[in-house]
């Protein structure tokens, strides 16, 4: 099975799905599954763009909308994370994931779905310690602050993904999980992206939230984005008791424009016995029932059960009879069910709504996953007020957007982060460093060089290098296997062979993907076009404007996100 992994997609799913066309008719291959890290833009109408937080002048179109109103169909079953840049009421109708358009799924604030056998998890959004205690209390229209906090992680997301005991074979996060460019090449990623050296150095860039899970999920794979940069690492875990180190292999991408390495196609094996579609995960479903009752949606900082005395309970992990239960509510059928449907209208090219409001309409997916789990829609609930709590919201407005993110609330409490220092800077700004004209950055020219990758793949077929193989080896697991074993098509334990030979990738220090041995051999799918720009311009170094020294954000929000 070949998977495709796409860096950051902006909206441009056109030109991914005709690239990888090419590259299957070129190489003669079928990839039979893409994996958008995040910044997929599923932008149904004009309504929806002024849900983004992106500068007024960069709002275009795209074409996901085609994809929505069913003139196209995906021609690959693609499966992505939000990142912060999306549409983000359309995405809070599907907290626990669901289908945007036909054969295009989204993953929810944080979930687990298992494709062929291959178990794939994720999480969406970006690290802010400023709202990351909060409840998702957001809902349409947005203020300013709410445009951005909306897509900013929560730390009862992270509890979740912490109650899994199974082993994990593709994780996926929009940014990068804190310390993970120690164990790549760091001198190469410095020498592509200046401006990162002091976070690097300082050990803050990236995520405190995606490093807890990394040490925790042990992933084969980790798949991430947000930087506009490819960047390979191997990580070997501490070995847990007497069972072998797991070895997680990261890899970022680039987003999709010209002459970028934004793609990438690794070879998976299938698992014996596992079914052809996209299915749900039991475990995954069973924490979710488990924790219901702790999800939130108010402002108000909380932090989740933990085993200090104060709790009754702090381990929603899911034991056998959790996920037998699952199974019995899902009537035995795992099979994510073909149920897409439109809650909105869709963009019409010759019929433009440039004053339409946002929607904010409950999804009849989310609807009817609640009420077979029983869960509650918290996206539904937020929008009713809540228990009694009261949201931030105001008016959506586009104007606001080329500000650098106006905070409306109060100081948050201390971080549970011991590096933190958000309470040190006395700036209105929530977003703790800009970099200012990134998108410039990134096109060279400005607005036009952006809008220039409107323009589909045309020839120069010598630039394009196309991948090779890229064997998933079957991930190691310290989990002891019971009779749900062969209901749930669990991978191997972790003496099989494939552990032994993953073991010995990572055995030094510093591996970059020259290091990796699987790696050596990728060859990486550049975006061409018949534009031309000017190849000095791309070694400059973005201006940066420091407001406050805080963990991550290193290309946080509105014009510095990209």
């Not at 592509?192 to 040490?215: D, I, M, T, Y």
């Not at 196309?466 to 749900?484: A, E, F, G, Q, R």
């Not at 220090?509 to 050596?520: L, Q, R, W």
Request: net charge negative; charged share 25%.
């Amino acid at each position: 099975m070949k998977i495709a992994v796409e860096g950051c997609c902006h909206g441009e799913l056109d030109k991914i799905y005709e690239t990888i066309a090419y590259l299957e008719k070129r190489e003669g291959v079928k990839v039979d599954l893409l994996l958008c890290c995040g910044d997929f833009q599923a932008v149904r109408n004009e309504g929806d763009m002024k849900c983004m937080a992106i500068p007024a002048k960069y709002r275009m179109m795209q074409t996901f909308y085609k994809y929505y109103s069913g003139e196209k169909k995906a021609p690959v079953l693609t499966i992505f994370i939000g990142g912060n840049h999306e549409a983000s009421n359309h995405l809070q109708e599907l907290p626990y994931g669901g289908w945007v358009a036909p054969n295009i799924y989204y993953l929810g604030y944080a979930g687990v779905i298992r494709y062929r056998g291959i178990r794939i998890g994720g999480v969406s959004g970006i690290f802010k310690s400023r709202d990351y205690r909060r409840g998702h209390h957001e809902f349409p229209p947005y203020n300013p602050d709410t445009l951005r906090s909306v897509y900013h992680i929560r730390n009862i997301e992270v509890f979740k993904l912490k109650q899994i005991r199974m082993p994990m074979d593709i994780f996926m996060s929009h940014d990068w999980p804190r310390g993970i460019y120690h164990y790549g090449s760091t001198g190469e990623l410095l020498r592509k992206k200046k401006f990162l050296r002091q976070e690097v150095e300082s050990n803050s860039l990236g995520s405190p939230a995606a490093e807890e899970l990394l040490a925790h999920l042990q992933p084969s794979y980790w798949f991430s984005a947000h930087l506009h940069v490819k960047f390979a690492a191997v990580m070997q875990h501490p070995a847990k008791g007497n069972a072998a180190p797991r070895v997680t292999k990261f890899l970022s991408l680039d987003k999709c424009l010209p002459y970028r390495e934004f793609l990438q196609i690794v070879d998976v094996p299938e698992r014996p016995g596992s079914s052809g579609g996209l299915e749900y995960d039991p475990e995954w479903l069973a924490i979710l029932k488990a924790t219901n009752s702790l999800q939130r949606i108010t402002p108000h900082p909380w932090n989740p059960p933990d085993n200090n005395g104060l709790h009754e309970r702090w381990d929603f992990s899911a034991s056998e009879a959790d996920m037998m239960q699952v199974v019995e509510d899902l009537s035995g059928e795992l099979a994510i069910p073909d149920n897409f449907c439109q809650t909105v209208t869709p963009y019409e090219p010759n019929k433009p709504q440039p004053h339409a409001t946002p929607s904010c309409s409950t999804n009849p997916q989310t609807t009817e996953l609640c009420a077979t789990l029983g869960l509650t829609d918290i996206y539904a609930l937020a929008g009713q007020g809540g228990d009694g709590f009261g949201r931030a919201q105001g008016n959506t407005g586009g104007e606001e957007d080329d500000e650098d993110g106006n905070s409306l609330g109060s100081v948050d409490e201390p971080s549970e982060y011991p590096s933190d220092t958000s309470g040190l800077s006395n700036s209105f700004n929530p977003d703790e460093i800009m970099i200012e004209d990134e998108w410039e950055e990134e096109g060279e020219k400005g607005k036009d060089d952006v809008e220039d990758t409107n323009a589909a793949v045309k020839g120069h077929v010598g630039e394009i290098h196309t991948p090779s193989h890229m064997v998933l080896p079957d991930p190691k697991s310290d989990t002891s296997h019971t009779n749900l074993s062969h209901i749930l098509n669990l991978p191997p334990p972790s003496n099989s062979p494939a552990a032994a030979c993953c073991q010995s990738v990572a055995e030094g220090e510093g591996h970059s993907e020259a290091d990796d041995d699987d790696a050596t051999a990728v060859r990486i799918l550049k975006r061409t076009s018949d534009e031309t720009g000017d190849a000095g311009s791309r070694t400059s170094t973005p201006r940066i404007k420091r407001r406050n020294q805080v963990i991550y954000t290193t290309v946080d929000d509105e014009g510095s996100e990209d």
